[in-house]
């Protein structure tokens, strides 16, 4: 895996339901590294801190697989690095081989796999489309949270090197995130992640609130 696009976004002021708010979703590519650090990235907007930001998502990586997949999906829209909200843009990233609680060292900082990221409606207010939540939850790119566990600069052709093996009874980005697409919930799914110790807390809590909703169905 190696970075492409290192991004930050400014504060941006939006409407959303008649409504004025504001957002740090309109990241762009910058020139310069970027430093990283424990609660996030140093220069980055990032305004609602109850669902942004902090230690458990102190910084967001996209892979280059999704945007090919998503410029086929919006064919006539501009895609361009940062789009998804990513401090990191990287070839290589695949949700189905990166585990939770997978260290890596890029560039001077040692960062860790936390979650994948479950889209909110600002998704949908960037690419004017907001049906965008819905299909971004229901295809196979989530993108990336990590931790910083050791703070340092990033810069574009950083390569990500792997700093421990992980044992194969971890989860995988992409098993979390599928228990947030709907329909049958899979119960071995729930309790592996309930249980690894290195998947964040806010995601936890997200599993925790939809398994016994009424209109779920699970299977053991």
């Known amino acids: 895996m190696k970075v492409v696009s290192v991004n930050i976004g400014e504060r941006t002021t939006i409407f959303y339901k008649g409504k004025e708010e504001e ?3 309109y990241k762009y590519p ?3 590294p970027i430093y990283i650090e424990r ?3 140093n220069g980055d907007h990032v305004i609602d801190r109850r669902y942004h930001g902090g230690v458990d998502k102190a910084c967001y990586a996209y892979g280059l697989n999704g945007y090919d997949f998503w410029k086929k999906q919006f064919p006539d829209m501009e895609i361009t690095y940062g789009i998804f ?3 990191l843009t990287i070839v290589g990233l695949d949700e189905t081989n990166l585990f939770i609680g997978q260290m890596f060292r890029v ?3 040692l960062i860790q796999v936390s979650q994948p990221r479950i889209p909110c409606y600002k998704l949908g207010i960037r690419f004017n489309d907001m049906g965008m939540v819905k299909q971004f939850q229901q295809a196979d790119f989530s993108g990336v949270y990590f931790r910083v ?3 340092g600069k990033v810069q574009v052709g950083d390569a990500l090197f792997p700093e421990e093996n992980i044992s194969s009874k971890n989860i995988t980005v992409a098993e979390v995130y599928s228990l947030f697409k709907g329909g049958i919930i899979d119960q071995h799914l729930v309790k592996k992640s309930l249980e690894d ?3 964040s807390e806010s995601i936890k809590t997200n599993i925790r609130g939809f398994i016994n909703a009424p209109e779920k169905k699970s299977e053991s």
Do not use: S
Request: charged share 20%; aromatic share 4%; net charge negative.
């Open 23 to 25: 957002t740090g979703i």
């Open 30 to 32: 910058v020139q310069n």
């Open 39 to 41: 609660n996030g990235v």
């Open 85 to 87: 909200g990513e401090n």
């Open 107 to 109: 560039g001077e900082a």
């Open 149 to 151: 566990l050791e703070d």
């Open 197 to 199: 110790p290195f998947l």
